[in-house]
């Protein structure tokens, strides 16, 4: 599956952004979904997680929850990330994942468990 990750851009502390990742091919309803993120000089670090069903389970990390939620339509092969109440902490590339197999919460947040990777999109918060 390819991936292709757009909706970044500059926003202010306080704003909101909705990310895509569209993905190509007729299998996307086989893959769970992630999204991460870089900031320069750091590691990837994971942001949310959904299982393969749009309305399934989901994961959040605790910096993100209650503020980001992960959503996908299995009809438009497109998984989203909307952000609220962004803050300049959450300045960073995002990145959209793609894997098959279990959903737990070890491998779902684990970029090692990823098999297929967008181009990633910026996302910067100005305070």
């Known amino acids: 599956v390819q991936l292709q990750a757009s909706g970044g851009g500059l926003v202010q502390a306080g704003g909101s952004l909705r990310l895509s990742c569209a993905a190509s091919g007729r299998t996307f309803s086989s893959y769970n979904m992630g999204w991460f993120r870089q900031a320069p000089g750091l590691e990837r670090e994971f942001v949310a997680a959904i299982i393969s069903w749009s309305g399934g389970s989901t994961y959040y990390a605790d910096s993100v929850k209650g503020r980001f939620t992960i959503s996908r339509d299995n009809s438009k092969n497109t998984a989203y990330l909307q952000m609220n109440s962004l803050k300049p902490e959450d300045t960073a590339v995002y990145y959209c994942?793609?894997?098959?197999?279990?959903?737990?919460?070890?491998?779902?947040?684990?970029?090692?468990?990823?098999?297929?990777w967008g181009q990633g999109t910026q996302v910067t918060v100005s305070s």
């Open positions: 994942a793609a894997r098959t197999g279990a959903f737990s919460r070890m491998v779902s947040t684990a970029r090692r468990y990823y098999n297929y």
